[in-house]
C-alpha cells in the first residue's frame, strides 16, 4: 500500500475508528477542541464531540495533518493555540538524550549529523545489568505532553516537511521501542506479546481533537507498519481493536493547565467543598489513564503531584 501523510479515516472499520474516538474519562467521544470547523455546520463546533458520520464518508478528509492544512490555518492554530511543530531531526535529538541517560552511551539507534541523522543499522546492544534488558526498555513508560500528532511517539513522516520515513530510520520513542521488540522476538506470539507492551509503555497529552486523533491513527497505522515488516501481515480486526483501546487509553484529550477535558472548570485547591461533591467533580473533569502493568487507572494530576510514582 502506498504511503500517505493523512491516515484515510476509511482504512479502519466503524468499530475501530470509534474506539480511537473515545474519552476515556468521560466515556463519551473527544471534542473537536478547535473553532477551524464550525463553518461546516454547527456539529463542528470546538465543544461538541467528533462523530464518526462527521469524518466519513461524504466528510472523508475533512481532519489533515498540519502539514496538509492552509498556511492560513496553519497560523491561524498557532496563533489560537500556539501549535508549532517540531521537526523529526529535533525530536531525534531530543529522544537521544532520553535514551543516552538510559543506555549510559551516545549513539545508539543513530548517529546525529546536520539537521539529520545515520541510522545505526546494527542490532541494538544493552548494558550488561539486571535492570537494563531489552524488555525493561520495551517496559519503560514515556510521555509527550501537548503531543500534536504525536511527532516524538513514532515519526511516519516528518511534521513541518511532510517528507515520508522509511521505517528503518524512525525515530519516535515507540519506534525505538518496536524496533527493539523486531529484533528480539522469534515468533508470532512473542511479537504480539511484546509489541502490545510497548504501545501500553507510551502517553501522550493533547487539547485540540482533530490533532489528537491523527496521532492515535498515527501509532495505530504505525502498528501496521511494523506488524507488515516483521510477520509480513497485517493485522486482524481482533488485533487492531485491541491496539486501538490502548492508544485510546494512553493518548488522551486535557486541557495540560488544568488537568481536566477541554472547557471543564478546574478544581479550585482551596474550595470547601462536601465529599461527595469533590468525587462528583473529579470524576467529571479530572483526566484519567491507565497503568497497565499495575492494572491501575489513576488521574492525571495525581501522578503530577507525586512525581509520576
Known sequence: MAFTIDVDEGKWS????????????TNRNIIWG?????????????????????????????????????????????????????????CN??????????????????????????????????????????????????????????PYLVSRYDTVSGQPLELKDRIGMLDRKMRVVCENTDSDTEWL??????????????????????????????YCDYMEEKLNRQPTERELINIAKIISWNLWQTDGLTYTIPYEEAIEPFKQVAL??????????LCIIKDWR????????NLVNKGGN
Do not use: M
Not at 475508528?17 to 474519552?23: A, H
Open 14 to 25: 466503524k468499530e475501530v475508528l470509534q474506539i480511537l474516538l473515545v474519552d476515556r474519562t
Open 34 to 90: 478547535t473553532d477551524d470547523y464550525e463553518a461546516l455546520g454547527k456539529e463542528y463546533n470546538s465543544h461538541y464531540p467528533i462523530l464518526f458520520e462527521l469524518i466519513t464518508g461524504k466528510n472523508s478528509g475533512v481532519i489533515q495533518p498540519r502539514i496538509l492544512k492552509t498556511k492560513e490555518s496553519q497560523g491561524n492554530r498557532t496563533k489560537g493555540k500556539a501549535e508549532v511543530f517540531t521537526p523529526s531531526w529535533v
Open 93 to 150: 535529538a531530543q529522544n537521544n538524550l532520553v535514551d543516552n541517560a538510559w543506555f549510559g552511551c551516545e549513539n545508539i539507534f543513530n548517529r546525529e549529523i546536520e539537521k539529520g541523522w545515520e541510522t545505526n543499522i546494527e542490532k541494538i546492544k544493552f548494558p550488561d545489568k539486571k535492570n537494563k534488558t531489552w524488555q525493561k526498555y520495551v517496559d519503560e513508560k514515556r510521555l509527550e505532553i501537548t503531543c500534536g500528532e504525536a
Open 193 to 222: 506479546k511484546w509489541s502490545e507492551r510497548a504501545f501500553q509503555s507510551v502517553y501522550g497529552f493533547e487539547f485540540q481533537g482533530d490533532s489528537l486523533l491523527i496521532a492515535r491513527e498515527n501509532l495505530l497505522a504505525s
Open 276 to 285: 461527595f461533591e469533590l468525587h462528583e467533580k473529579e470524576k467529571k473533569c
Open 294 to 301: 499495575a492494572k491501575r487507572i489513576y488521574t492525571f494530576q
